[in-house]
């Protein structure tokens, strides 16, 4: 479970499409006028992520990779390598999908349907999304729960992001800009700042302050059995000052009949 919302945090703030990778820039410059807008176009790509991921995942692992297809052809599928095929079929899927969300939106939200224009069918050549199916392949993800994780998160860290700028233009309208810097001049001097703010997260790492905490939790428990050690030695250390020695019961005893 940790290493899951590690995975999520991660792609959320850490390894963010937008401020980390500077992926999807297109559609984050051109529909990032508005906060209603951008947020709808951001729902769309987190769908997109969330589906696309896990289904490219289940691909690669069990189609394309060397030897992948064993489980259905057998020992004689072992020879068999369809990872060059890995681009054409993840845009496939992609864009199956995108075509799916299209229509979904046109459906049930005909006016952002109109506001997102050309840019909700370019979310199929949108590199964010081609982007995360390829960090999912090379980072080796144990499980199909973990890519799943990290499409959510990657989808939310885009949405993240550009509902930020939006909402930033949206209060630059009323801003006294330079002339060169009007537009998409000082939506790029944003979006560097932003990136810079997003790096003060390369700090998080879950699995290190698990470690720690647990680390915490032994130094608290070991001074409880120090006392008692102390304290013998203690003991030890006053009977060597006086010179005492204690002798055991039983030959003081045997001392004593001898006597």
């Not at 496939?92 to 050309?118: C, R, S, T």
């Not at 499980?143 to 930033?168: D, H, K, Q, R």
């Amino acid at each position: 479970m940790e290493n899951l919302l590690n995975i999520f945090v991660r792609s959320i703030f850490i390894d963010n499409m937008i401020f980390a990778y500077f992926l999807g820039m297109c559609s984050y410059l051109a529909v990032s006028k508005t906060v209603k807008t951008s947020f709808g176009l951001g729902i769309a790509v987190i769908f997109v992520l969330f589906i696309t991921v896990p289904v490219n995942y289940l691909l690669d692992n069990f189609v394309l990779k060397p030897g992948a297809l064993q489980w259905l052809l057998g020992e004689q599928a072992a020879g068999i390598d369809l990872s060059f095929l890995s681009f054409i079929m993840f845009i496939a899927i992609i864009a199956a999908m995108v075509q799916l969300v299209e229509m979904v939106v046109e459906k049930f939200a005909p006016a952002l349907y109109n506001q997102l224009g050309i840019f909700l069918p370019l979310i199929a050549v949108n590199c964010a999304i081609m982007g995360a199916s390829l960090f999912m392949q090379q980072r080796n993800y144990a499980n199909v729960l973990e890519a799943t994780t990290f499409g959510l998160g990657s989808g939310i860290g885009w949405l993240l992001a550009i509902v930020c700028i939006a909402a930033i233009r949206e209060k630059l309208k009323y801003s006294n800009i330079p002339a060169p810097l009007r537009g998409i001049g000082i939506t790029f001097i944003i979006t560097g700042l932003m990136a810079i703010s997003f790096m003060s997260f390369l700090g998080i790492d879950l699995d290190k302050m698990k470690a720690e905490s647990a680390q915490t939790e032994t130094a608290q428990i070991l001074p409880a059995t120090a006392p008692e050690n102390e304290s013998v030695t203690g003991n030890d250390e006053a009977n060597a000052n006086t010179g005492t020695v204690e002798t055991p019961s039983s030959e003081t005893e045997s001392t004593a009949e001898a006597e």
